[in-house]
């Protein structure tokens, strides 16, 4: 894809960091990938939300690499065919757990899954996402954004870890968005459950500038037990997530979305690649770190950092 004249116009009103989560910047980033053929296989790999856009393009491409795959997904109805997808694309296995990640409960029965079976597990992909234009709370009484984008993952981090730390090298991925480079935490507003001034974009943003902020925290610790922890986003990605969430944006940016597979790429090599061994606490887009933020006036502030691991500690 080269870049048509209108585009050439339209990058000089978006910052360079910007223009590079389109279909363009992954092509111009990807002339220097590396093939990933012959890594990954049989790595245990648990992923979220693997049966749609980019989860199910990861699903996809870490089968064909041979992977061990734990694929967490709600719906029940969708597993068999998931699973034999996965396994005919050349997965050593494919496993399925159902739980609605939205639900501590679930998350946590989904954890006891996963430890009843001791098995080490080489790579947490923490996908599962949704971006909410309504706001709403899950039967638990917890925000669902807050629920679904920060609380699962950190919950499956937490649990899963005695099984991380049993790989010789364990990784967690976590899939955040460029959309935090919008927003600024305040915890008084995510302990309110965002009650006032619900805005989809921006409650979105600030979960999944929550979980980057927990990655920064934990890194160290985490990386002197073995287990390395770091974020991704993928650019815009053409998916049901954002066609469902996001039409006026799509509108607006279709010809320069990425598909599923290209905004999966560096989840992909962040689970498998050599490359990415012994690196913690990095921000990743198109397998190059990137600044976690774009401007100093969204960089939260200290009270805020650790009014944010004192709300985890007491809620999960
Ligand atoms: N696409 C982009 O441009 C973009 C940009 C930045 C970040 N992201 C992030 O990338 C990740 C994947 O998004 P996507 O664009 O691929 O969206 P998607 O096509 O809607 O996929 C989202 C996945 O999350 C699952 N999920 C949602 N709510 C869940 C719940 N309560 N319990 C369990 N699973 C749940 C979905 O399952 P169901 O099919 O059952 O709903 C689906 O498998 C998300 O974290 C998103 O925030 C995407």
New binding site residues.
Partial sequence: MSEPKQYQVYQQFLPREIWDFTAFGYRKAARNFESLSSQGGQKHIVL????????LAAAHALAQLGANLTLI???RSQAQALQQECEERGAAQCRVII????LLQETQQAIDTLLSWAEPIDVLIN????LFNQRLETTEGIERSTA?LLLSPVKLMLGLRPLLELSSRGRVIN?V???MYTQRLSMSWLRSGFANRYKGPAVYAQAKRALAIVTQEWHETWAASGVELNCM?????D????QTALPTFRRWTQRVLRT?EQ?ADTIVWMAVSEQVAGISGAFFLDRKPRRWYLNDKTRERPTDRHALLKYLDEIL
Avoid at 127 to 130: D, F, H, K, P
Avoid at 233 to 237: K, L
């Fill in positions: 979220t939300g693997a049966n749609s856009g980019l989860g997904i709600r719906d739980a609605d990640l939205a996908n599962a996402g949704a679904l899939v968005s460029g959309g986003h993928p650019g815009w990605a998916t049901p997530g954002v599923p905004g």
